[in-house]
Nanobody, 124 residues
Framework: VQLQASGGGLVQAGGSLRLSCAAS????????MAWFRQAPGKDREFVAV????????VYAESVKGRFTISRDNAENTVYLQMNSLKPEDTAVYYC??????????????????WGKGTQVTVSS
């Protein structure tokens, strides 16, 4: 699976951004999809994941209530709607695809494919 993320940019605190990740190469609906992020000087961390149908989601506590992950299997695309952004959300955001069925495995980094990141910068 090839993954291409887009939609990053510079936004003021309190603003919103919508990230997209287009997939190609294999059957998109066979994979759970996730977003991770990596801030400067920090390890990559889990943000959100949803299963193949989009009916089951898990979020990191730090983004719960502010971010929404969704997917469109007809368009082979996964989205991350980010609202009420904070400076601490500044990071490179990566989308990922996983064949794992247990979302907790994906939360721990059990990913088959990574996309190139997109930079999100939130100014205070």
């Amino acid at each position: 699976v090839q993954l291409q993320a887009s939609g990053g940019g510079l936004v003021q605190a309190g603003g919103s951004l919508r990230l997209s990740c287009a997939a190609s190469g294999r059957t998109f609906s066979n994979y759970a999809m996730a977003w991770f992020r990596q801030a400067p000087g920090k390890d990559r961390e889990f943000v959100a994941v949803l299963n193949w149908s989009g009916g089951n989601t898990v979020y990191a506590e730090s983004v719960k209530g502010r971010f929404t992950i969704s997917r469109d299997n007809a368009e082979n695309t996964v989205y991350l709607q980010m609202n009420s952004l904070k400076p601490e959300d500044t990071a490179v955001y990566y989308c990922a695809a996983s064949s794992a069925r247990a979302l907790r495995i994906i939360q721990a980094g059990g990913v088959d494919y990574w996309g190139k990141g997109t930079q999100v910068t939130v100014s205070s």
